[in-house]
């Protein structure tokens, strides 16, 4: 069976410091990946999505980055964190084969201070 | 542009009743449509994916139904419990552009003992 992990779960950062979150997806090959961010009171918002290796493409223009590494690897970066940054970020996986049926990883919150 | 509105945004109802959460979307050109659970700091869990060709699919004392033409989808939960407690979100693939997702707001769930 497929499983999606994310880490680390909680996560506090002083303004202007660098982010890494990472996401990692087992029993599949080939996913899309994709990024989102659940602000309080807000819907999600997509942030970046993957469809292979090296292969991005961001939906937000804001002072965050993707990279995609390995087929099942996704990380988010930025090397200036803002306070607006802070929020619950999810990572997902879907594949065509899987007729898109979207999975999401147990999440990260992270607080800019 | 694809929008996506749940209605109610909050239900409170006691144990034990059967329920229809809302889902309406403007654009009936969808891929398809997904129903998503969510508790309190958690990640996203699938409930029930339907396929445009689709009427209703169902898991256990889930239903959900959707109708195209009128860009509407229900959530039925049978026979409701505490447990059933989370903000229940619905997720639109349209057909034009299969990699994302359109998103509601979301019902938040409660099931008073």
């Known amino acids: 069976s497929q499983t999606i992990h994310q880490w680390p779960a909680t996560l506090v950062q002083p303004v202007g410091s660098p982010l890494s979150l990472e996401c990692t997806v087992e029993g599949t090959s080939n996913p899309n990946l994709y990024w989102y961010r659940q602000a309080a009171g807000r819907g999600l918002q997509l942030l970046f999505y993957?469809?292979?290796?090296?292969?991005i493409s961001s939906e937000v223009p804001q002072n965050l980055s993707a990279s995609r590494p390995q087929d099942r690897q996704f990380i988010l970066s930025s090397k200036k964190l803002l306070l607006s940054d802070s929020g619950f970020y999810l990572c997902a996986w879907d594949r065509e084969r899987s007729s898109y049926e979207q999975y999401f990883g147990p999440g990260t919150r992270l607080t800019v201070t | 542009k694809q929008e996506v509105t749940q209605i109610p945004a909050a239900l409170s109802v006691p144990e034990g009743e059967n329920l229809v959460l809302n889902c309406s979307f403007t654009d009936s050109a969808i891929y398809n449509l997904q129903w998503f659970r969510q508790d309190p700091g958690k990640g996203l869990t699938s409930l029930l994916l339907?396929?445009?060709s689709q009427r209703e699919q169902t898991s256990g004392r889930l239903n959900a139904s959707l109708d195209k033409s009128s860009g509407r989808s229900t959530l039925y939960i049978a026979a409701s419990q505490p447990g059933d407690s989370a903000t229940y979100l619905c997720a639109v693939r349209d057909a034009g552009n299969n990699r994302k997702l359109i998103w509601g707001l979301g019902t938040s769930l409660a099931v008073n003992p």
């Open positions: 993957s469809v292979g290796i090296g292969q």
């Open positions: 339907i396929q445009s």
